[in-house]
């Protein structure tokens, strides 16, 4: 017995040699993609929300609202798009989700796990951009269906929250 059945793994299944299929490490990391386009979408719904609270709390900080619901946007494109500039802007604001106790702390801390952990920073390197634009969308995870249903939702959701301050 040559190896120690109690050691650490030592590739944590994030492939890394040279030989290994451009599609392999797609299909490792589909969990994380999916996940971070997930996160995008939540951000999409959150930051209607976002630009209506001042109504709702009744106070006058309007443009701060709203700008920071166009930051939150922008941050969601950069993470479906897994640009790299995209992991500041998420960061911070899932940063300061965290105090939004009890409901969106564990949700914003899986968030902050998903992006930083070692799959995530391999999603946004510039090798997995070049894997993602040269490989075909690997089987399983997400349908086109779902994703189209998902966006049609989001719009829907975004209409209502739009127009409840017109409501009232």
């Known amino acids: 017995m040559d190896q120690n059945p109690y050691a650490p793994p030592k590739s944590f299944g994030i492939p890394n040699s040279a030989g290994e299929s451009d599609l392999r490490i797609r299909r490792v990391h589909r969990g994380t993609e999916e996940g971070i386009k997930v996160m995008a979408c939540c951000y999409w719904l959150f930051a209607p929300v976002v630009a209506i609270a001042p109504y709702w ?6 443009i701060g609202f709203a700008l920071l619901a166009g930051t939150i ?27 939004a106790f009890p409901i969106a702390t564990p949700v914003n801390a899986h968030f902050l796990l998903l992006l930083f952990r070692q799959k995530g920073r391999m999603v946004f390197s510039q090798r997995y951009r070049e894997i993602v634009r040269t ?9 086109r269906w779902f994703e189209a249903i998902g966006v ?8 209502f929250i739009l127009s409840l301050p017109l409501a009232g």
Request: charged residues 10%; without cysteine; proline residues 4%.
């Open 135 to 143: 490989t075909p969308r690997p089987a399983g995870g997400f349908s």
């Open 57 to 62: 709390l009744k106070t006058g900080y309007e």
């Open 73 to 99: 946007i922008l941050a969601g494109i950069g993470l479906w798009r897994f640009q790299r500039w995209a992991l500041g802007f998420a960061a911070v604001i899932s940063g300061l989700g965290l105090l």
């Open 152 to 159: 049609v939702l989001g719009f829907l959701f975004f209409g």
